[in-house]
Nanobody
Framework: QVQLVESGGGLVQPGGSLRLSCAASGNILSINTMGWYRQAPGKERELVARMTSGGTTNYPDSVKGRFTISRGNAKNTVYLQMNSLKPEDTAVYYC??????????????WGQGTQVTVSS
């Protein structure tokens, strides 16, 4: 099985920064894409950052220039650095990895979610 564990959420003032972490474990052969999504109350889940296995990244305009996705030195770890946070960034953040497991199966796995609250 493949499992993801997130950490790093919390309460931060507008203009502040947070870094989210997502560590994957289990029967992973390779990672196709890494991504971070968020879901605010009453809204649909939306993409905030994605990185392909080749290192190509993409961000929606709402976070471009403020959020950065990166892969850790521990190869199955992904980070989301969030700077210049705004109250509208408040949401539950989820990491998502599309992996090929050791059985050759393509799987999309989600973390448990971590709350980010931006408020003064």
């Amino acid at each position: 099985q493949v499992q993801l564990v997130e950490s790093g959420g919390g309460l931060v003032q507008p203009g502040g920064s947070l870094r989210l972490s997502c560590a994957a474990s289990g029967n992973i052969l390779s990672i196709n894409t890494m991504g971070w999504y968020r879901q605010a109350p009453g809204k649909e889940r939306e993409l905030v950052a994605r990185m392909t296995s080749g290192g190509t990244t993409n961000y929606p305009d709402s976070v471009k220039g403020r959020f950065t996705i990166s892969r850790g030195n521990a190869k199955n770890t992904v980070y989301l650095q969030m700077n210049s946070l705004k109250p509208e960034d408040t949401a539950v953040y989820y990491c998502n990895l599309v992996v090929i497991d050791t059985g050759g199966i393509l799987r999309s796995k989600w973390g448990q979610g971590t709350q980010v609250t931006v408020s003064s």
